[in-house]
């Protein structure tokens, strides 16, 4: 056996936020979602909080195994400044036809898609999609003006759940493990991404074209 020496790639910054509204907003998911994707550069940090669970199966006296799960994950984000509308919407408030918003009622929230980007040292990324949250709560707090520029952030508190059968709760491309020709952050963020057959519709908009799955399994980069 030999020993292999890893110097993975120190974290950097992280990178802007992408959201995109489910289209069955407040009813069962179905993971469709809406044309558009809201992209703000105004992130200050992102704390992943995983939900998990982990049982001991006891035999013979002793522990054969542990069985894992995530029951979801808590996303807290801290910004500098958000959309009031967005807000509104992932709140599931009432918006009148003349632009008042109307908070605190018994409004439902609409499921989303929550994009975020973490950059690396030397240039990888990671790029990950959670394909089904809500937001769980908003927390903001104004000062008032002083002498020198005083940061009155934002925070948001959003859940993320699992989106299929098997329990996946996240999507993730890390150019550290394995770079795909063509992707990038612009690429990967025109829509949620849930599999593979999603990443190959935007890598290979034109149905005529060889699939990349395809080439893949023939042995073709």
């Known amino acids: 056996m030999s020993t292999t020496t890893k110097r993975p790639p120190l974290k950097q910054t992280v990178g802007a936020q992408h959201i995109c509204f489910a289209l069955n907003e407040t009813d069962v998911f179905t993971a469709v979602y809406e044309a558009d994707v809201e992209k703000t550069e105004t992130v200050k940090s992102v704390s992943i909080s995983e939900n998990s669970e982990s049982t001991p199966v006891l035999a013979s006296g002793k522990i054969y195994d542990n069985m894992n799960s995530t029951a979801s994950t808590e996303i807290s984000v801290e910004v ?32 989303f898609a929550y994009g975020k980007v973490v950059k ?11 394909p089904k949250c809500q937001l769980t709560a908003n927390t903001d707090e104004t000062k008032t003006k002083e002498d020198s520029y005083s940061e009155q952030n934002e925070t948001l508190t959003i859940t993320a759940m699992p989106f299929n059968d098997e329990g996946d709760i996240s999507v993730v491309y890390s150019s550290d493990n394995k770079v795909i020709a063509g992707l990038n952050e612009e690429i990967f963020f025109t829509a949620p991404i849930l599999d593979d057959a ?24």
């Open 198 to 221: 999603d990443l190959e519709k935007l890598l290979t908009p034109d149905p005529a074209s060889n699939s990349i799955l395809q080439n893949d399994e023939k042995g073709v980069a």
């Open 80 to 111: 500098i400044a958000f959309s009031a509308a967005t807000r509104a919407k992932m709140r599931g408030d009432i918006v009148t036809t003349l632009g008042l918003i109307k908070k605190g009622g018994s409004g439902k929230r609409p499921f």
């Open 120 to 130: 690396y040292f030397g240039g990888a990324l990671d790029l990950e999609w959670y």
